[in-house]
């Protein structure tokens, strides 16, 4: 980043970046005021220099130390039994991660064998809609066979989305328990050089795979059929023929007869042929899986399943496109433009015609009043106040509840 840029980003930092909203969820009870200095940040300054095991007294300990460092990055851990920054203090084997939030990383670049518009770290509208189907199966997952409330989805700057839960009982999973949810969501197995990669074979589908079949199912034709026209490359169409039996006995004819139709009159083909081999094997569900295969979310578990992996922090900016990791509502996920959102360069212009001012901290030094609520910024803060709301909420009620178990009639 040149230094225009990281003058740029220090006006960010000074004017922009929603300490005090984020400060209130890691703190998670502010009024205790316990979890925030064992919370573990790292940053990523310039010539990716990179400090981990930071921590912070603090909101206002960690704004003077983002300001005055500037980084291009931070990084959010978990929740330790020692402060990140003493860590060394700690015998061996004693400073370990206590709590952290369930975090799912996707990543565009995972579906680069299912579409054709962009590879690689470039994303447009269309291929944005994988991003979209992911949200909706996972959200609804999440919410509905777990029970989980506090759902934060933010648009990881350039080709992902992350998914942040932040309910009580996951923030305190075991690495166990966070691996079987993870499990639990994750259909597709093996990488890039596995053809097929998930298999069905059963009389009656889980409710939790055919609700995901529903919904993949609703975007197929339109993201797959029309936009990225998969069926039509011949590569992609030798591999989807995996799912098919070794031991039908018309997979050549089948070759043969899509060999000089579209992308539409293969898919009719495979609907077709689908319904003969089923009437014989119930158990089979071939279209349903080709589906499930090029649309369902391409997860990286390994990111859900640790308590010490970091993830970027909401509201930073992207390096690369400059654009601010902003949250988004999973139910108005369609209607979210990538390449609308915010950029360090127009928010900081926006600012030049705000007078800034400043007030007396805590600590009695003065800090720079925020000026996001008067930018292109405030929708995407006004989405986490009201993630942060509702979170403080439950913790008051906690805290009610625990406070009244302790009265002695």
């Not at 931070?74 to 330790?80: E, K, L, R, W």
């Not at 654009?323 to 928010?347: G, M, Q």
Request: proline share 4%.
């Amino acid at each position: 980043m040149e230094d225009y840029e990281q003058k740029l980003l220090k006006i960010y930092y000074q004017r922009l970046f929603p300490f005090t909203s984020l400060y209130k969820w890691f703190s998670y009870n502010p009024e205790i005021k316990t979890n925030f200095p064992f919370r573990e940040f790292s940053f990523t300054l310039a010539d990716d220099v990179y400090i981990r095991y930071m921590s912070f007294q603090d909101e206002e300990d960690w704004e003077e130390t983002v300001i005055g460092r500037v980084p291009h990055k931070i990084d959010i851990g978990a929740i330790y039994n020692f402060r990140p920054k003493d860590n060394r203090m700690a015998s061996a084997g004693q400073f370990q991660p206590q709590e952290k939030e369930l975090v799912f990383d996707i990543d565009m670049t995972d579906y680069d064998e299912v579409r054709t518009c962009c590879s690689g770290a470039d994303i447009c509208s269309k291929c944005w809609k994988f991003m979209v189907v992911a949200t909706k199966v996972l959200d609804i997952a999440l919410r509905s066979d777990f029970g989980f409330q506090h759902i934060l989805w933010v648009y990881s700057g350039r080709r992902g989305v992350h998914c942040w839960v932040a309910d009580e009982i996951a923030l305190k999973m075991s690495v166990t328990a966070r691996a079987a949810v993870a499990e639990y969501l994750q259909l597709l197995r093996g990488g890039a050089n596995q053809n097929k990669k998930i298999s069905l074979n059963s009389l009656r589908l889980h409710p939790f795979v055919a609700r995901s079949i529903s919904i993949c199912e609703k975007h197929f034709k339109t993201i797959i059929l029309d936009e990225q026209c998969l069926l039509e490359d011949n590569q992609t169409w030798e591999k989807l023929l995996c799912y098919f039996p070794d031991d039908w006995q018309n997979k050549e004819v089948l070759k043969q007869e899509a060999s000089n139709l579209d992308g539409h009159g293969r898919w009719e083909l495979v609907e077709e042929y689908c319904k003969e081999i089923e009437k014989k094997r119930p158990q089979l569900h071939i279209r349903e899986e080709i589906i499930l295969h090029c649309l369902y979310p391409r997860l990286d578990i390994n990111v859900s399943k640790g308590l010490n992996h970091l993830l970027k922090s909401p509201f930073c900016v992207h390096p690369k496109t400059g654009r601010v990791c902003v949250p988004f509502e999973p139910h108005r996920v369609e209607f979210f433009d990538p390449e609308k959102v915010p950029t360090l360069k127009v928010l900081v212009d926006q600012c030049t015609n705000i007078e800034m001012t400043t007030y007396e901290g805590k600590n009695k030094k003065q800090r720079t009043r925020k000026d996001h609520k008067k930018t292109a910024l405030r929708p995407s803060v006004d989405i986490l106040d009201n993630f942060v709301e509702k979170l403080s909420k439950q913790w008051k009620t906690r805290l009610i509840e625990q406070s009244d178990a302790k009265m002695d009639f």
